[in-house]
């Protein structure tokens, strides 16, 4: 299962419903439509949906950076499914800038075993207290604050301390604040998204999804919704889904490709 989000307008010049397609073997095969300006708190919903209609689950779910959350992590992992998603910071890890910049930590070393950073400086970041949050959706996190035994000579510390304070720079103290649980999650999404069967399953949303909502708006020329209101756009939504997946079927038949699930992976 790949999922791929647009914004689709809706008549008027300002995108209107973020709608949500769910592909398999190139056919959408689940559609949701909804408000959400972000895609991160769909996956839940259109998961959810997919699970009370069904009667098999989908094991592994292919979705790009934008989907990327501890609660999404937390919610594949219970419903015993696998995570293909690409970390949020994943493309601007790999630039200069992020991998020189002190002040993440990132680019500070851990010590698992008794949980303490060491900096730029050589210093330690000790745990020293646990703060939980609570999402706009009611997912409660928990987080663990590292705060520098000693900042107060720190010659690179404009570099490394950054944010707006009232307190001025010489009294500030470099603070952390890590959700261990989300780093454990994201490292095993990395390291899934980097095996074979995650290069190819990415490579195949990309084409796949984002190869539905091309065909759609490009090649079947549709630009804006003929109705208005939620349930109604998600029935436009079906209509169109339906257009796309005959006209998949027919290619597919054409090509003799029917009994093809994924794009094989190219090697050099
Ligand atoms: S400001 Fe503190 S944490 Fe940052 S490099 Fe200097 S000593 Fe280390």
Redesign the pocket.
């Known amino acids: 299962m790949r999922m791929k989000e647009d914004a689709m307008k809706n008549g008027q010049l300002k995108p209107g419903y973020n709608i949500q397609f769910g592909v398999d073997a190139e056919y959408i095969v689940w559609i949701s439509a909804g408000p959400q300006p972000t895609d991160t708190t769909t996956l839940i919903p259109f998961l959810d949906s997919i699970k009370s209609r069904l009667k098999y689950t989908y094991r592994n779910i292919v979705a790009d950076s934008g989907y990327e959350s501890e609660e999404n992590y937390v919610y594949l992992d219970e419903n015993g499914q696998l995570a293909f998603i690409k970390p949020s910071n994943y493309e601007i890890s790999k630039t200069r800038k992020y991998k020189t910049d002190?002040s993440r930590k990132e680019n500070m070393s851990y010590d698992k075993e008794n949980d303490f950073y060491i900096?730029?400086?050589g210093?330690k970041?000790v745990a020293t207290g646990i703060k939980f949050s609570k999402s706009k959706t009611g997912y409660r996190s928990e987080k663990t604050c590292y705060t520098?035994e000693?900042?107060t000579q720190?010659p690179?510390?404009s570099k490394?301390?950054k944010g707006n304070s009232k307190k001025p720079l010489e009294e500030r103290t470099?603070h952390l604040e890590v959700s261990k649980l989300f780093q454990q999650k994201r490292e095993a999404a990395i390291t899934r998204i980097l095996s074979d069967e995650g290069k190819e399953l990415r490579m195949n949303r990309s084409i796949q999804s984002e190869g539905a909502f091309g065909e759609i708006k490009q090649d079947m020329g549709f630009r804006r919704f003929l109705c208005k209101g939620k349930k109604n756009i998600l029935a436009e939504c079906i209509l169109l889904g339906l257009a796309h997946n005959v006209n998949k079927l027919h290619n597919k038949i054409q090509s003799e490709r029917c009994s093809t699930y994924l794009h094989p992976l190219k090697t050099a």
């Open positions: 002190i900096c730029s400086s210093k970041l520098c000693d900042c720190c690179i510390k490394c301390i470099k």
